[in-house]
């Protein structure tokens, strides 16, 4: 019994040392910004949305009405209320960084406007990892909920 408990907890062990080192390689800064005038492409993992391209990662763009920079500064108030933070910003593109709690995983979220079409074009992607279990798409559905509140 005592050798089952033992295996048990260094299988625990193991898992968190893991976690912690893939905490660790999520602070390494990753390839951010635009790339053609859009966000660029989720790389061929489940763990990144993004409104720009039509593929298995696809999430819709947020829609608004108001005013351009009414939204703009609306879509920033958000993403700072929903946990982000601004990490750059300038006219027509914001990156924020969203850190989980216990192993301090950093995400990436980021945001196009696109003036001509009313949309704000966003991405949302894990640094590390290959599944995160739909976090990023809940992440978004999240900032959409909120955004339609405040506009």
């Given at each position: ?12 062990l193991a ?10 390689t999520s ?35 947020l829609d ?88």
């Amino acid at each position: 019994m005592k050798l089952v408990a033992y295996i048990v907890l260094i299988l625990i062990l193991a898992i968190c040392l893991r976690l912690f080192l893939f905490s660790l390689t999520s602070r390494k800064p990753v390839e951010t910004g635009m790339k053609n005038s859009q966000l660029r492409v989720c790389l061929k993992s489940s763990n990144c949305v993004c409104s720009e391209w039509k593929s298995y990662a696809y999430i819709a763009p947020l829609d608004y009405s108001i005013a351009r920079d009414q939204a703009w500064q609306s879509i920033r108030q958000v993403i700072e209320e929903t946990g982000g933070a601004v990490v750059m910003q300038n006219n027509d593109y914001l990156h924020a960084q969203y850190t989980s709690l216990v192993f301090r995983f950093i995400d990436d979220v980021e945001l196009r406007l696109d003036e001509n079409h009313k949309l704000i074009h966003i991405r949302s992607s894990s640094r590390v990892g290959h599944s995160d279990l739909g976090t990023n798409r809940r992440r978004v559905e999240s900032i959409r909920a909120r955004f339609k509140q405040v506009n």
